[in-house]
């Protein structure tokens, strides 16, 4: 889970951020892509960068392996 971004949470902003992500056939994320913002730079950043520490596990119904794109919201909301 992303780290909620201090200058966001003061200003008492919230969104989702869709990310355009590349993961390698071995799980890890090649590459990451802001889509669409989520209306704050910092929330945008703090989502790309959490998505690029995250492993995916390889979808084992595929017999090739291979590199695949995949579109995740990441949503944030003050609680």
Request: hydrophobic share 40%.
């Amino acid at each position: 889970r992303p780290a909620y971004p201090s200058s966001a949470r003061r200003l008492g902003v919230q969104g989702t951020t869709l990310l355009n992500v590349l993961v390698d056939d071995d799980g890890r994320v090649a590459n990451v892509v802001v889509a669409q913002s989520a209306g704050h730079t910092d929330l945008d950043q703090a989502a790309a960068d959490a998505a690029r520490r995250w492993r995916f596990e390889p979808d084992r119904r595929v017999a090739e392996k291979g590199a695949m794109r995949v579109q995740l919201p990441v949503e944030f909301r003050l609680r």
